[in-house]
């Protein structure tokens, strides 16, 4: 059973801290896109067993996939359906910003089988999205949201920021509580990474080290702020009935995504797309991030009939083919050693933590024989706990929890 999901790289505009693979394009560019997409989809569908093609979650991120048109977003929904056994009930998400879509299409989408939204607010206050380069004002969220409920959305995440420029302890607590009035099924608040390469490295330097003393630049919140902004998240959402259940994550009971549980608990998963990554049968895809590049490579694959999956390519590995060296711009085998370092840092962003027999039953190895050292000091320093056949962060590792991660490195 996989999870699939689907990159959409376009957007209006560039935000000011975003450095995800995304840009604006033509009607054409995105037309000739989604053909790629079902080309690709196609592909994995030929690739793969019949008794493989279980499909638990489908995940349309970006970018923002709601600059697709419905019947864009229908034919790949098609194309899904042609090619795999998507399962009764599966999760089916989709990434959207205000002011991109309207009702109709909406309405539109949830009967294409898109049943869980997920809405980027990132701050209830206009001159904070302004600072962050937003294409949306507070209002264009409101409208956008209550669309989402009118067209029968009952499943939606709202994504919320701290430490944006500008903000202090009232804003930010202005956008969670406007955040829980929504009263949406699941919030993600994560906080602002100046990332190299984006329009916020050069204002404010990738270390944060530049300020201003010009009153048109907004400042970043200072350190001492930051924490407090980051307890705040975790005191006003467990108060309005949110259950954090990953480090940034927070929903409903029952409302948990299922498709990032797939991340994060190490399950396999297919992504289409430029840029592109996939796990499955111990092997790592990263498509090409060059939009040139992927939409030829599709084109050729297709065309000769190529495979795509590593593990059925060995007849065309010497020949003159392109085949997946074209459209993955690396293959990767994970070794044992980093499957169970990734399996400890992405099961320990989840509050359950991870199963020690879980452990066992994945690699063959007893939980002790591997980590018990490292998580008896750990649990010494007051960073992780036990209990029973659980260990996960305490709320001081929590804190530092990157701090904790690293201690998982195997060498
Ligand atoms: S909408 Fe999202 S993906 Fe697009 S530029 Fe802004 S942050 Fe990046």
Known sequence: MFSLYIHIPFCVK????CDFLSFSASDELKERYVAALCDEIRLYSKDLSKDSKEIYTVFFGGGTPSLLTSGQINRIMETIHEGFRVIDKAEVSMECN?????????????ESGINRLSIGLQSAIDSELKALGRIHDYEGFVRTYSEARDAGFDNINIDIMSGIPGQTLK???????????ANPQHISAYSLIIEEGTKFADLYGADRSVSYTNSAILPLPNED???RLYYMTGDILKAAGYDRYEISNYARPGYECRHNNVYWTGGEYIGVGLGASSYFRGYRYKNTSVINE?????????????PVCYDVFDEYKDSDYKGYCGLHDEVTFIEEKDAMEEYMFLGLRRMQGISMEGFRLKFGHFYNDIYGSETDRLISEGLI???????RLTPKGIDVSNSVFVRFLLD
């Open 385 to 391: 706990e036990k209990d029973g056949d659980m260990i």
């Open 225 to 227: 702020d930051e924490r």
């Open 14 to 17: 560039k935000c000011n801290y």
């Open 294 to 306: 992927y939409l030829e490579d599709i084109e050729y694959i297709s065309d000769r009939d190529i």
């Open 98 to 110: 205000p002011g991109t879509i309207k009702g109709d299409i909406l309405r539109s989408l949830r």
């Open 171 to 181: 804003t930010y607590e202005k956008t969670l509580t406007e955040a829980v009035n």
